[in-house]
């Protein structure tokens, strides 16, 4: 076993850059905290990892099978405040509330779907906003109950150090998108759950004329999602041990479609990306109004015009959301499909023969010899 291991990793791995990248990255994932002590980038790192299942979950969803979500955030709540509300108001263990948080948020999946299996396109889009938004709602009238504006606090904290918290967050991510990964692998030869939602996303009619059950696919693809999304909520929920009304907000739903659209929809990776890449952005942005603050205390007031582009700086270093949006324009505008597979692209060349991913710069396949050029 050990040695087809050993193969696979030699002949599978190792010549394709892209995979090694991205064992390397877990790797440093993995040391981060005995590199880094720091706190405030450790916490940092928690969120960017609990961010980067809740994207990869959209991408699940909207990207492999074109259910086009909007209101992605109503799976990630739902798990925070079931989670949080048995533990906090009812005083369950955190064990079996977090539990119970991702099976409501797979039921909320699965009704979330009904209505929304005869629509498509910008009208599926428009329906899946609505439902944050009607559970927001209920979670300002039952105030007493979730604690309204004010939030719900007093939860389980899910460890007592932050780092015993990153590295219970990592390997849960880590577990989740394998799971992922494997789920919407079309060219998997055990699970043919990939293929399937790549024909649906493709031609939907055509799918059901050749006898797929499209709308059981529908279902498991909203189920997955929740699953997903739901755990994502119920490690923020416990990270904190506080909520609020927030974790049902659109701007979250839009952070995740930002994240997978700045990695590459359409890849499972293109969500990790995006969250280690822009959370951590938007975190340091308030660092950097700090350091524009001092660079212009000691400029001399004769300089005017320096004075006044440091001012614009930092003006415009308050609103990070400016700095993200001119940063995902650029990115759909010459990248279009993500930046991880622009990059991707510029390493690798496949196969046209047998679809193996080669380094870029051979001239041929290392499978069967085929020119790449």
């Given amino acids: 076993m050990l040695k087809r291991l050993l193969k696979n990793f030699r002949y599978g791995v190792l010549p394709v ?11 440093f994932l993995f040391i981060f905290p005995l590199i880094i002590q720091d706190t405030y980038y450790i916490d940092m ?5 609990i961010l980067a299942i809740f994207a990869v979950s959209w991408d699940l969803l909207a990207g492999y099978t074109g259910q086009f979500n909007f209101g992605h955030a109503v799976f990630f709540g739902v798990g925070a405040y079931t989670t949080g509300m048995l533990n906090s108001l009812l005083g369950w263990p955190m064990p079996a509330t977090m539990i119970i948080g991702i099976l409501a948020a797979v039921a909320v999946g699965i009704l979330t779907c009904f209505p929304a299996l005869r629509l498509r396109g910008p009208y599926l889009s428009l329906l899946t906003l609505a439902f944050p938004l009607m559970l927001a709602s209920l979670v300002m009238y039952f105030a007493h109950y979730t604690g309204g504006h004010q939030g719900l606090g007093g939860l389980t904290v899910m460890a007592e150090t932050l780092v015993e918290k990153y590295y ?18 079309a060219g998997s030869r055990y699970v043919r759950t990939g293929l399937v939602f790549h024909a649906i996303r493709e031609d939907e009619i ?12 529908k279902l498991l693809a909203f189920a997955i999602g929740g699953f997903f999304a739901g755990l994502a909520g119920v ?4 990270k904190h041990a506080y909520i609020t009304v927030a974790v049902f907000g659109i701007s979250l739903s839009f952070q995740a479609m930002i994240f997978v659209l700045f ?4 890849t499972i990776y293109g969500g990790i990306i995006g969250a280690y890449v822009l959370y951590p952005l938007v975190a340091f942005s308030y660092d950097v109004q700090s350091i524009i603050e001092s660079i212009r205390s000691a400029i001399p007031p004769s300089m005017v015009p320096l004075l006044h582009i ?5 003006r415009f270093a308050i609103y990070p959301t400016a700095a993200l949006a001119i940063v995902i324009i650029l990115i759909l505008l010459f990248m279009p499909e993500g930046i991880g597979v622009w990059l991707r692209h510029k390493i690798e060349r496949e ?11 051979r001239k041929e396949c290392r499978a069967c010899s085929a020119p790449l050029r």
């Fill in 17 to 27: 850059p892209g995979r090694v990248i991205a064992i390397v990255f877990f790797i």
């Fill in 45 to 49: 790192m928690i969120t960017a990892t």
């Fill in 168 to 185: 219970i967050c990592l390997i849960v991510m880590t577990a989740s998108v394998l799971i992922m990964w494997k789920l919407t692998d």
């Fill in 206 to 217: 055509a799918a059901r004329a050749l006898g797929i059950n499209t709308i059981r696919y």
């Fill in 235 to 238: 490690l923020y929920a416990h």
């Fill in 263 to 266: 990695g590459g929809i359409v």
């Fill in 310 to 314: 440091m001012s614009f700086l930092e």
């Fill in 351 to 361: 196969c046209p023969r047998c679809k193996l991913h080669n380094v870029a710069w």
